[in-house]
């Protein structure tokens, strides 16, 4: 059973540009979370969702940021218009129901 | 200041002594977890600890919980270098069925050889 992926693993983008990151949560969950973690600190909650649905995005920036998570495929965490301020690890986290959550290898923003 | 807030902030022991961290809490919680990073790598979960209990083993991890203090503290014993690693608390607090967690800005441990 494969665990959570990401990809990228590594993400450069210039100041304006749109990063799309992606999670496939293991097998047989469908809750879905993002988290970012800025350097030398913890993560920060930005988004829940299950299938279709956003649960709770009380973390996310109400503006450039987006995340969603199909019936099929992947969840996406877009960021639009990127700045500076953006570069950060993105890491995205599965579980089933309230049951303990676990964590993707994470995806490293940078904004040049 | 916010929730789940670990002390210290960097420990450095000799390998095979205990290590100790302490974690802050101030909301109610539904559990607490501690969570271990590598430099650059996601996160590993290592424990669980549920608001109805106050102390859980797990091989060389002893995690203690006292809700009336709101702190927890995870308990390293007879560390290994491989055990150097930044470790983070959370907490877990039930919205709309699922766990939202909270964490700390962790501790960042050091084991020297």
């Known amino acids: 059973n494969a665990g959570v992926m990401q990809n990228p693993r590594h993400l450069v983008r210039r100041r304006g540009q749109e990063a799309r990151l992606r999670c496939s949560p293991m097998?047989?969950?469908?809750?879905v979370y993002w988290y970012r973690q800025l350097p030398e600190e913890g993560l920060k909650f930005m988004v829940y969702l299950q299938k279709e649905n956003i649960i709770d995005e009380s973390g996310m920036p109400k503006e450039r940021f987006s995340a969603e998570f199909p019936k099929e495929g992947p969840s996406i965490l877009r960021i639009q218009q990127v700045v500076r301020g953006d570069s950060a690890a993105y890491f995205c986290?599965?579980?089933?129901?309230?049951?303990?959550?676990?964590f993707g290898p994470g995806t490293r923003l940078t904004v040049l | 200041s916010q929730q789940g807030e670990e002390d210290p902030q960097a420990l450095s022991i000799q390998e095979g002594e205990n290590a100790t961290m302490n974690c802050s809490y101030k909301t109610s919680i539904n559990n607490l977890q501690w969570y271990r990073q590598n430099s650059g790598r996601g996160l590993v979960h290592l424990i669980l600890i549920r608001s109805n209990e106050r102390e859980k083993h797990s091989g060389r991890l002893r995690v203690t919980l006292d809700t009336s203090k709101k702190s927890s503290s995870l308990l390293i014993t007879a560390s290994r270098a491989a055990d150097t690693a930044s470790y983070f608390c959370a907490t877990a607090s039930l919205i709309q069925g699922a766990q939202k967690l909270v964490f700390g800005q962790g501790t960042r441990l050091t084991i020297n050889p």
């Open positions: 097998k047989g969950h469908s809750h």
């Open positions: 986290a599965s579980s089933v129901w309230t049951d303990t959550q676990y």
